[in-house]
Every structure is written in structure tokens, then in C-alpha cells.
């Protein structure tokens, strides 16, 4: 039998009770209402066996007919039982025997009405009821709407004639038939779409999970990568300077105190989800960390106000170029370039601390994090060397657009 592909759902039909609970849970129909509803459509058995006690029948007919009435249970309910997507799982992994079983249910319920009469044709509303769980939606209208056509003109066929039917029992029977197989099919395909429904909400759900996750690596990155260096030059240059000079160590070591709280600080801020570092305490914060490792500093600052998110993602590019002109080079001079032209932000962060043949790229997860950044706001970033006249220079650039939306975000911060 044809399924529709969907998720898998391996476990449920295993017989892994979490899982069969995420199934009840995610479907919006309980296995208990499953089953009631289902089993209460054997009522219709009440017309078959209320003839077989009325009717004046051989034992060998009366055989053969309890013995079909109770094989039509037995396959009805192998369909039936199991919840709606649990049932779909069983039917699609084990295909030929649903076709077998489907196919001799019509058969069963076809040989009974042909042999004892208009009662039987009460098997059908059954049959209906498999159809629109072990067919997918399409191939299950196309069936209910044969079973329907079927049992009309088998109502027919037994009565005798449209002149001998008894019409305010057939059309209950053929409404009956054709209502219910709809039903199924759409409480079964409802129950499918609410599951979809959940996972996608999980799914949805984990990569909230896996982009926080990310954002906090991300963000303890940035962030305590500059304070951490800084800590470590202070605290060298006060073993240096704690013999030469101790009042100034001491200063260094208050220095070092105040950077560690403030790491602290920074950590709380990134966990909490609010930590947006401002290109002017960047500025002021590289400066610092430059004197510190003994690299000249010039910083030129044409920008004026900036968008909030724009300042952001420049405030970033300068902490993470600084930390990297200290971690991976052997610079003399480092130059901060910010600027804002028409339409578009700037940041240029260069140093003398090239070498040729070496990778001072530093793809790590810092600048891995910046481009993340960067891309996100629809901007460009850049880092390699540039030939001078006397040496060779690096380049770490990052090129913003202000949209409209942020301009009028500009103002009003202001």
C-alpha cells in the first residue's frame, strides 16, 4: 500500500513506550479515544448477527458466517487498534501484507453480502473506516467513494431492483459508508499534520538551543580574549617592575584587578544575553592594551554617531583586531582607522607585525565569530597584507551599509 514518506518513527512501532507517549502527545488524539472510537464502529455487527438469529440457517451456513464475521474483526482490528500514526508506520514497513489483509476484507465483506444478504452489507461501513487509515489521503477518497458506489448497487442487486429497496435503509447505510471512511481520513491526516506541527516546534526549538549555545561561545570569545591578554602583559610587567619600581607595580596589579572584574563582569553581561560592547570603550580599551604590550598606538576616529547595531559590530572588529595585533604579530605600530562616509561604516585596523611566508590570517573562531557578524548586518570583511614602501603591513577591514531603518534607529537614540 502507498504511504506518504514522513519522519521516522522507528521507535513507535518498536514499541518504545517514550516514544509512543511523544506520539500521543504530539498527535492531539489519545490512544484510549482512538480505540473507543474505533472498536464503538462494530455496533454495525449488530445487523449480521441479529439476522443470523433470526434467519433459520444449515449449521454449515451459520459456520461459515461467524467464522467470516470473526476474521473481519480480527483484520479490523490489526488496522484498527494500534493509534492512527503508529498503525500508518506498521502499514508502510509492512506494505504487501496490509494489501493482502485490505484486499481480503473487501473480498470478506463482498462473499458475506452476496451469500446472506442486505445485513451484511453493514461489513462495509468497516471496511470504510480501514480505508482511511491504510491509504494514503488521496487513494483513500478514490476508495471510499467506490466502497460507497459498491454498496449502493450492491443494496440494489439483493433487494431485487431499485422497486424492492427499502430506501430508508440504504441510505443511511451508503451516508454511513461514505461519511465515516471521510472521517477517518481526515482525523488520521489532522493527527499527522498536528505531529508535524511538534516536531518542527522541537526542531525549531533545538536550533534556538544551538544558536544560543554558539552566540555565548561566540560572545566569552570576543570578550574575554582581549581582557584575559591584557591581564597576562599587566601582570608580566609587574614581576618586572615589582623589584625596579613597586609603587608602579602595585599600580599594575590594581590594574589587573580591576581588568579581572571587569571579565567577570563581561561574562555575566554575554550569559545574560545583553553584553553590547560601544566602539568608544573599545577605542579607549585598545589604546590601553596597545601601551601595555608596548606597541605604539594612533587611532583616528571620524565616525561621529553611529546606529547602535553598527556600532556593535565595529566595536567588535576593533577588540578582536587588537587582541589578534597582540596575540599573532610582532607589531610596533598599530593604527585604528574609523569612518563614516555616505551610506556605509568603516574600520581599518593595521600593523607593522607581518612577516612574509607566515599565516597571520587567524582564522579562529574570533574572526570566525566577527565574519559572523559582519555577514549578518550585509557587510564586507577583509584581512591580509599590503605592501609599503618599507615593509609589509596587515589589514583587518570591515565595510558596514546603514540602511534606512537603521538611520531612523540612529536618530532615535540620540
Request: with cysteine; aromatic share 6%; charged share 20%.
Amino acid at each position: 500500500m502507498h504511504k506518504a514518506p514522513g519522519p521516522d518513527r522507528s521507535d513507535e512501532s518498536n514499541g518504545n513506550p517514550r516514544a509512543r507517549d511523544e506520539v500521543v502527545a504530539s498527535s492531539g488524539i489519545s490512544i484510549r479515544f482512538w480505540r473507543l472510537y474505533a472498536q464503538a464502529w462494530l455496533v454495525c455487527l449488530l445487523f449480521p448477527i441479529v439476522f443470523l438469529v433470526q434467519a433459520s440457517l444449515t449449521p454449515r451456513q451459520l459456520l461459515i458466517a461467524v467464522t467470516g464475521l470473526i476474521i473481519f474483526v480480527t483484520i479490523y482490528t490489526w488496522f484498527m487498534w494500534p493509534h492512527p500514526l503508529n498503525s500508518v508506520v506498521r502499514a508502510h514497513s509492512e506494505s504487501h501484507r496490509s494489501a493482502i489483509l485490505f484486499a481480503g476484507l473487501i473480498v470478506l465483506a463482498l462473499g458475506l453480502s452476496l451469500i446472506y444478504g442486505s445485513a451484511f452489507l453493514w461489513l462495509f461501513v468497516g471496511v470504510s473506516a480501514v480505508a482511511g487509515v491504510a491509504l494514503s489521503a488521496r487513494n483513500a477518497f478514490i476508495m471510499v467513494m467506490a466502497l460507497t458506489l459498491l454498496t449502493l448497487g450492491l443494496s440494489i442487486w439483493v433487494n431485487g431492483g431499485l422497486a424492492n429497496t427499502d430506501w430508508f435503509y440504504v441510505i443511511p447505510l451508503v451516508l454511513l459508508v461514505r461519511g465515516l471512511g471521510l472521517d477517518i481520513v481526515v482525523l488520521t491526516r489532522l493527527s499527522s499534520a498536528l505531529r508535524e506541527l511538534h516536531l518542527a516546534r522541537t526542531e525549531l526549538a533545538r536550533h534556538a538551543v544551538m544558536e544560543e549555545r554558539l552566540r555565548l561561545a561566540r560572545d566569552l570569545h570576543d570578550l574575554l580574549g582581549r581582557t584575559l591578554s591584557l591581564i597576562v602583559l599587566k601582570s608580566e610587567l609587574a614581576g618586572r617592575l615589582i623589584d625596579k619600581d613597586p609603587g608602579r607595580a602595585a599600580q599594575e596589579i590594581y590594574e589587573v584587578e580591576h581588568a579581572a572584574r571587569q571579565a567577570l563582569r563581561e561574562v555575566r553581561e554575554a550569559v545574560a544575553g545583553y553584553r553590547q560592547p560601544t566602539l568608544l570603550t573599545e577605542l579607549d580599551g585598545a589604546r590601553q592594551m596597545l601601551e601595555a604590550a608596548g606597541i605604539q598606538c594612533t587611532i583616528e576616529n571620524d565616525s561621529k554617531a553611529l546606529p547602535p547595531s553598527i556600532d556593535a559590530v565595529l566595536a567588535w572588529t576593533v577588540r578582536e583586531g587588537v587582541t589578534n595585533v597582540i596575540r599573532h604579530s610582532r607589531a610596533s605600530q598599530c593604527a585604528i582607522q574609523v569612518s563614516r562616509e555616505r551610506g556605509s561604516a568603516h574600520v581599518n585596523v593595521i600593523n607593522d607585525g607581518y612577516r612574509a611566508g607566515e599565516d597571520n590570517s587567524t582564522k579562529g573562531s574570533g574572526l570566525s565569530g566577527l565574519t559572523e557578524r559582519v555577514l549578518a548586518h550585509g557587510g564586507q570583511i577583509g584581512a591580509g597584507p599590503l605592501p609599503s614602501d618599507s615593509h609589509l603591513i596587515f589589514r583587518l577591514w570591515v565595510e558596514l551599509p546603514i540602511r534606512p531603518e537603521e538611520a531612523v534607529e540612529e536618530e532615535r537614540s540620540r
